[in-house]
């Protein structure tokens, strides 16, 4: 358990983390919303909008991009190939690696599909000075270390189930 935090910086914290809480907050409600109009799942609409910017990926960066196991994207990909949206084929150069594009089918939903979070965020970033940006990257990243560290060490295993299951429900 973490140590109390002295007063002038207890409120600081609060105040980041219910910053942090919102826009978390905010960009699963505007996914949520965009997926069911587009009648996706919300793993599924971020696919999508990923390919539609980039054009193909193997699995494993697409994993890796949506922060999720490959056995958790496989799900994702098979529903997805199954209606139609997207297609996998193996890699000429690595008979290993499994190339993920998105069918005309695909790509046309991606299109009717306004905005997407990250869009979002991206405007609101792009009121910050250059200096800002990098300062704010600086933070985010020494954060991001920390609670990799935290989580692989005080939660391990359970935090991988529970994002199974999270999958599951999507």
Do not use: C, H, W
């Given at each position: 358990?973490?140590?109390?935090l002295p007063a002038?910086?207890?409120?600081?914290?609060?105040q980041?983390?219910?910053?942090?809480?919102y826009?978390?907050?905010?960009?699963?409600r505007?996914?949520k919303?965009?997926?069911?109009?587009a009648?996706?799942t919300?793993?599924?609409?971020?696919?999508?909008?990923i390919l539609?910017?980039?054009?193909?990926l193997?699995?494993?960066?697409l994993s890796?991009?949506?922060?999720?196991?490959?056995?958790?994207?496989?799900?994702?990909?098979?529903?997805?190939?199954r209606?139609?949206?997207?297609?996998r084929?193996?890699?000429?150069?690595d008979r290993r690696?499994?190339?993920?594009?998105?069918?005309?089918?695909?790509?046309?939903l991606?299109?009717?599909?306004?905005?997407?979070?990250?869009?979002?965020?991206?405007g609101a970033?792009t009121?910050?000075?250059?200096?800002?940006?990098?300062?704010?990257?600086?933070?985010?990243l020494?954060?991001?270390?920390?609670v990799?560290?935290i989580?692989r060490?005080?939660?391990?295993?359970?935090?991988?189930?529970?994002e199974?299951a999270?999958?599951?429900?999507s």
């Open positions: 358990m973490a140590a109390p002038g910086v207890k409120d600081d914290v609060q980041i983390l219910e910053t942090i809480i826009l978390y907050t905010e960009s699963r505007i996914t919303e965009l997926a069911r109009r009648q996706l919300g793993p599924q609409l971020t696919v999508v909008k539609e910017q980039i054009g193909e193997s699995l494993s960066e890796e991009r949506i922060r999720a196991q490959n056995s958790t994207v496989t799900g994702i990909i098979d529903r997805m190939e209606e139609g949206l997207v297609t084929e193996r890699s000429k150069e690696v499994v190339i993920i594009r998105l069918t005309p089918k695909g790509l046309a991606a299109e009717d599909i306004p905005l997407e979070p990250m869009e979002v965020f991206q970033l009121s910050l000075s250059k200096d800002e940006m990098r300062e704010l990257l600086r933070i985010l020494k954060v991001s270390k920390r990799k560290s989580v060490r005080d939660v391990g295993a359970p935090l991988e189930k529970a199974k999270e999958e599951r429900e």
